[in-house]
């Protein structure tokens, strides 16, 4: 029996090594920072702050999901607004869920992009949500902005990139 134990001993500790038993991936969590200042820290220069935002507008945090997106939350009496920086051009807007069946091009103020509102509802105070490219960035943004501020927040995100 002295002979057989180191050499299970040392099979037991090569198939952990390997990953073939007791190593589980470890679940990725989103990181969170509460000031813009702990996000520029923990999660870089680019991030997607805006220069311009509507009146009534604060902070609320900032999240960097496991895909490696970062977004900042902002909330005014008037609704949260949600901007993200992607990890890549065909990842996922974070945030509520918008579904329209009519995608517009929006241009103005230099961004041009897709915007979706939901149900197809344009009227003021209805939820959107607009993805453009910039550079060799993607960013996307959701919220209840009225139609001529949308593309002014947008472009203040990328203005000074």
């Not at 051009?89 to 939901?118: K, S």
């Amino acid at each position: 029996m002295k002979h057989i134990l180191p050499p299970i001993l040392l099979l037991c500790c090569l198939l952990v090594a390997a990953g073939c038993i007791g190593t589980e991936p470890a679940a990725v969590t989103p990181e969170y920072a509460g000031t813009l200042a702990e996000a520029r820290e923990a999660f870089g220069p680019d991030i997607p702050v805006p220069s311009y935002l509507p009146d009534g507008y604060v902070f609320e945090d900032a999240v960097r999901s496991s895909d490696g997106s970062v977004t900042l939350a902002y909330n005014s009496t008037a609704g949260d607004l949600r901007i993200t920086r992607l990890s890549s051009p065909d990842a996922p807007c974070p945030g509520p869920t918008v579904a329209g069946n009519e995608e517009r091009i929006l241009q103005g103020d230099g961004i041009e992009g897709r915007l979706v509102y939901e149900g197809d509802d344009r009227s003021e105070g209805s939820l959107w949500l607009l993805r453009w490219n910039w550079n060799d960035a993607s960013f996307c943004m959701t919220g209840r902005l009225p139609a001529g501020e949308i593309t002014k927040v947008a472009a203040s995100v990328v203005g000074e990139r």
